[in-house]
């Protein structure tokens, strides 16, 4: 009877685990027709150096303009994404898309550079680099140092030997790197010696708490230090008021991305939004003294 029992209970749990499977492929299914058909899209967002007003280039974030959905943020599709090799095309038409965008703004008078976000699986495929160089030269006019690639922290958790031959070779073709969401990876020390990125980008939960919580601002000076040692940048990401900026000027992080400077925006909205910028003159007053 128990037995039995028992055998109903694992049916079932075999008839909810193959539905969410089957649900899965529908959704990666889905996702492969919006490549497609031109479904994704992508947003910038302005980086700044605060010190100077001097605008360093944009991030280009994915968006899924999904006819019934409405535009939908990464945090909807790409988690299942990631588990699949699709991540690789939807990656590559990233690179193609944010390229091609750099010769347009280019025609329009502002030699931009642009940050791409890559997932650890594309990052570690075998082919990367050499696609990677195959993409850039279907884009001769844009030197490849106004490509920056960001890559998760933690990606150092798999074969760092591996993953600094990957990045090394990549810099060879004069593409820079950045480590996103920086101090949330739990990598060791040791690792970041290792990893040749030029940039570290500040995790945004440590941004967003900084002004009241001394542990936030301690591990922000932190990587600040860190970043100086090993002749890193340091970019604050999440800087959502002028007060954010302030402080980060006050402890000596000069770049910045947040909503205080601007939100994600669609291509065509760069070019009104460059030519309306002002700095915030309230980021000075964070200025070290030691420049004064
Ligand atoms: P991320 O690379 O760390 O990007 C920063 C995220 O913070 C973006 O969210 C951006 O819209 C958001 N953000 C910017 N400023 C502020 C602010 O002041 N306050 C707050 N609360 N948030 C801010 P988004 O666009 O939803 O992207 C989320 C994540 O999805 C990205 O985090 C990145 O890891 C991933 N992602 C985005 N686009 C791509 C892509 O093309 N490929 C891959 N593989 N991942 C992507
Ligand atoms: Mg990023
Ligand atoms: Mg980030
Ligand atoms: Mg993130």
Redesign the pocket.
């Known amino acids: 009877q128990a037995k039995q029992l028992g055998r109903n209970r694992y049916q079932l749990f075999d008839l909810e685990a193959a539905a969410k499977i089957e649900h899965h492929h529908q959704e990666l299914e889905r996702m492969r027709c919006a490549l497609q058909h031109g479904e994704l899209r992508?947003?910038y967002?302005p980086k700044v150096n605060m010190r100077t007003g001097e605008v360093i280039g944009v991030?280009?974030?994915?968006?899924w303009q999904h006819p019934e959905r409405g535009i939908l943020?990464?945090?909807e599709f790409?988690p299942l994404?990631?588990r699949s090799p699709l991540?690789i095309d939807?990656?590559e038409w990233?690179l193609h898309e944010a390229l091609a965008q750099l010769v347009a703004w280019s025609q329009q008078g502002h030699p931009l550079s642009v940050s791409?976000?890559?997932?650890t699986r594309?990052f570690q495929h075998i082919d990367f680099v050499a696609r990677l160089q195959a993409i850039l030269a279907e884009y001769p006019g844009v030197a490849p140092e106004r490509l920056e690639i960001?890559i998760?922290e933690s990606v150092a958790l798999g074969d760092v030997e591996a993953m600094r031959a990957v990045i090394t070779a990549c810099q060879a073709l004069g593409v820079r790197f950045a480590l996103?969401?920086f101090g949330t990876g739990y990598s060791s020390l040791n690792y970041l010696k290792q990893l040749p990125a030029e940039t570290l980008?500040i995790?945004?939960s440590f941004?967003?708490d900084m002004l009241e919580d001394q542990e936030d601002l301690a591990i922000i000076e932190g990587v600040i230090g860190l970043a100086t040692v090993f002749g890193k940048e340091v970019i604050a990401?999440?800087?959502?008021t002028p007060e954010h900026g302030v402080m980060l000027m006050r402890i000596g992080c000069d770049y910045a991305?947040?909503?205080?400077i601007a939100?994600?925006m669609p291509a065509e909205a760069v070019h009104d939004w460059l030519e309306g910028f002002e700095p915030d003159p309230r980021w000075l007053l964070g200025r070290r003294e030691q420049d004064e």
């Open positions: 992508l947003f967002q991030e280009a974030l994915i968006r943020a990464p945090d790409l994404l990631e991540i939807i990656g990233v791409v976000n890559i997932a594309h960001e998760l996103d969401d980008k995790d945004r941004v967003r990401e999440g800087v959502e991305q947040g909503y205080a939100r994600p």
